[in-house]
């Protein structure tokens, strides 16, 4: 009974070292929720199907969203998004390819909280645009937490807002990013 557990032990530890040497974790059930202030009402939608890699060797880090993903309170709204902002139908994705710049700072295979600082570039509605900010990835029990919020400005992707609703919608929006990635 001794051995069976000992053989156990040693390979979850082989297994577990295995997987940290490859260095490549992903999700596909990510979240990224956005939120506009608005004077006649809040612009607030969702999307939980994500798609995350992090190569944690490189630092490389990409991220890939159907926009027709995005969930709003209201359908009307949806159909709004879809049809006229973004229009899903012609651009059917938004992608952020980039790199974790201070990579070698971060200790991945040691539970603990890290800044990480990213920088690449965003495509959204067609239009590209280099992007820096910061977020936190937070190691524990071999799995990788991003979090991440940055402001986009609409102006940026091309996006028009029809003259009627100009000054009842922001131009900029909160884009907040949250994923549990695991080994891949």
Known sequence: MLKHRIIVICLFFLVTSLAK???KFYTKSGKITFFSSASLEDIEAINKSVVVLLDTKS?????????KGFEFKK???????NRDYVES????KAEFKGQVINNQEINYSADGNYTANVKGKLTIHGQS??????GTITARDGKLILHSIFNVLVADYKITIP???????SKSIKVT???SLVVL
């Not at 630092?59 to 926009?67: H, I, K, R, S, T």
């Open 21 to 23: 040497a490859q260095g």
């Open 59 to 67: 630092g490389e880090l990409q991220f890939a969203v159907l926009m």
């Open 75 to 81: 359908a009307l709204m949806q159909e709004h998004f």
């Open 89 to 92: 139908d012609k651009f059917p």
């Open 129 to 134: 645009k280099d992007i820096e900010t910061s």
């Open 163 to 169: 003259r009627l609703y100009r000054d009842n919608i």
């Open 177 to 179: 990013v949250d994923c």
